[in-house]
């Protein structure tokens, strides 16, 4: 069963949700919806979202706890085979508590990094992580965050260097968006450049199977950068389901056997 925060929001019902809390103008409803893709757009949410006073989470779909029996059993049968802590991106994380949760309740050490291309929702976040000073289960994990576009991780990233990238509604905001599919599809290409051999890209998602999975195996298909695409159902709120698709890198030689 999911258990959803009172912030959580399916993106196909956002103009109706976003109206009636008054969360921000109608023009930026609008605004939010047609141009998902765009930096400028996404600090304006953030500001308005922000100007409320006292930090609360925004949770896109679902927050951590509806989630946690997807991403913290991956986690744990990686740090079998692992010396170092897990390498952890949240990515788009906006002011999701993924991260921090994680970073919080990961019984093995993780080192998690929370990005997004708004810097408002970056320096939110930030603040907000020195005034809580939560304390990790592991003592060895780390907690990070940094203003990044998602399109471009290579200049982030060095090849193979992530263990687990999670992505919470970043590639549904994309899609939907005017110009956000091609985005998308690099954004799925880059992950698979900067994953580990064993690492994953869990994306949870609104969008049905259907759909999603042949536009995944469509952006993985064929070359060095193969993947292993796979679906599970995560739950249902109001009538629309979720679900977490996993990405997992094959290598060359994988490919050709």
């Known amino acids: ?13 956002l103009q109706k ?31 308005e979202n922000g100007s409320k006073g006292q930090f609360k989470n925004f949770e896109w779909f679902f927050g951590f706890h509806s989630v946690k029996d997807f991403i913290l059993p991956v986690l744990q049968t990686m740090s ?38 708004s810097s408002v929702a970056v320096k939110l976040m930030q603040k907000h992580s020195n005034s809580t000073l939560v304390q990790p289960c592991n ?14 991780l290579r200049g982030y990233f060095v090849a193979r260097s992530l263990d687990l990238i999670l992505d919470k509604g970043t590639t549904d905001a994309l899609v939907r968006s005017k110009e956000g599919q091609v985005k998308a599809g690099q954004i799925v290409k880059q ?18 199977p259907d759909a999603r999975l042949v536009w995944l195996e469509r952006e993985v298909r064929g070359g060095e950068l193969a993947a292993d695409v796979g679906v599970q159902e995560v739950g249902e709120l ?6 977490c698709y996993q990405i ?3 290598t060359s030689e994988r490919v050709s056997k």
């Open 80 to 117: 079998h085979s692992h010396s170092g802590p897990l390498n952890i991106l949240d990515m788009g994380c906006g002011t999701s508590a993924l991260g921090p949760c994680i970073y919080r309740t990961s019984p093995c050490a993780v080192k998690v990094i929370c990005a997004d291309i």
């Open 238 to 243: 109001r009538g629309v389901s979720y679900f």
């Open 1 to 13: 069963m999911l258990l959803f925060t009172r912030l959580a929001v399916p993106l196909r019902t």
């Open 17 to 47: 949700l976003t109206k009636a809390h008054r969360w921000h103008h109608t023009s930026l409803t609008n605004e939010l919806i047609e141009n998902m893709d765009k930096k400028a757009t996404w600090d304006r949410f953030y500001t």
């Open 191 to 208: 992950c698979l450049q900067v994953l580990k051999p064993s690492g994953t890209l869990l994306q949870f998602s609104d969008e049905d």
């Open 139 to 152: 003592p060895s994990s780390a907690l990070a965050f940094l203003e990044m576009d998602c399109t471009q």
């Open 248 to 250: 997992s890198p094959r």
